[in-house]
């Protein structure tokens, strides 16, 4: 079976029972997931910093997924009110 890596766009919206702080942890943000083989989700990484979408130092580490072969990858940016 050939597996394609995937790209997801989500929109995070802060839990309505959440405690506000003031901290800005509770504002919206956006995140973006990269899963997939190591070399995919790194070139990706790549290709969207080359483009000025996100500086690739911002993604975090890569981490295994439960499946062999699998990273996944996140990047957060908080949105301002």
Known sequence: ?????QV?????APQSNAPRSGSGED???????LIGDPEWVKGQIYRLHAAGIVD???WSRLLPTQNPGEV??????????
């Not at 997801?8 to 995070?12: H, N, P």
């Open 56 to 58: 690739q130092s911002l």
């Open 72 to 81: 996944i990858a996140t990047y957060l940016q908080r949105r301002g009110r």
């Open 1 to 5: 079976m050939n597996f394609m890596p």
């Open 27 to 33: 504002r919206p943000s956006n995140k973006m997931v």
């Open 8 to 12: 997801f766009l989500m929109d995070i």
